[in-house]
């Protein structure tokens, strides 16, 4: 009796043991259908950056092929609030236009004006050139004092008839003669271009022919021009 019970009873295990286990044998891939499921999709697991051994490891495993996580994109800062008070370009612009006539006279330009007024600088006006140094004018020289010069030492004024003082008078008195000097005190007279002539102490100009007829004679030395 006991025999065919023990025998019936393993029939009865085996018979359970492939009725569970077999639906999992029959599930499971073989590796050659796990490769030709990745590279079906082989761009997607790709993509995924899911490698061909990983995925045929976890396929055979029956265990879904999970993605790597997707890194988490960093937040961009937001841009910091404009400061409080700040004025636009076109505020500045208005402000500036406002006082034209006196930005121009302080020499602010447009451009200059909004920069500052931007940041909130006050707005400088540029440094005034320095004055210019009044160049000093040049001292006028002092007058030269006339120094009184003493006419040359003249023969004694003549005082007898046909003697001049100049030349030009006896000149005038006979132009178509020789004017002579005569030497009043020696009584020779001299011709023009020598070196007595009109120098002597005592003397005057006269006309040739006159000297000669008041008995004056001619220098020896000199000859007649």
């Known amino acids: 009796m006991k025999a065919p019970f023990f025998v019936a009873a ?9 009725s569970i286990s077999s639906p999992s044998i ?22 995924k950056g899911i490698k061909e051994k990983d995925y045929v490891a976890q396929c055979r495993g029956e265990t879904a092929a999970t993605p790597p996580a997707a890194p988490v994109p960093q937040a961009t800062p ?10 636009t370009a076109k505020e500045c612009r208005a402000e500036w236009q406002a006082n034209k006539a006196d930005n121009q006279a302080k020499g602010i330009t447009e451009k200059q004006y909004v ?4 940041t909130g600088g006050a707005t400088a006006a540029p440094a ?24 040359p030492a003249t023969a004694t004024a003549p005082g007898g008839a046909g003697q001049y003082r100049t030349e030009a008078e006896a000149k005038g008195h006979c132009p178509a003669d020789t004017v002579v000097w005569i030497n009043l005190k020696s009584k020779v007279y001299h011709f023009a271009g020598t070196k007595n002539y009109g120098t002597t102490k005592e003397g005057a100009y006269m006309c040739e022919k006159e000297a ?10 000199e000859h007649h021009p």
């Open 10 to 18: 393993c029939a009865v295990f085996l018979a359970t043991f492939v």
């Open 26 to 47: 029959a599930q499971q891939k073989t590796v050659k259908q796990c490769q030709d499921e990745w590279r079906a999709n082989k761009v997607e697991n790709q993509a």
């Open 78 to 87: 937001a841009p910091p609030p404009p400061s409080a008070g700040r004025k």
């Open 115 to 118: 920069e500052q007024c931007r």
């Open 128 to 151: 005034p050139a320095p004055a210019a140094t009044p160049t000093p004018a040049p001292a006028r020289p002092a007058p030269a004092t006339p120094v009184a010069t003493q006419p």
């Open 212 to 221: 000669a007829a008041q008995g004056d004679r001619a220098s020896k030395s």
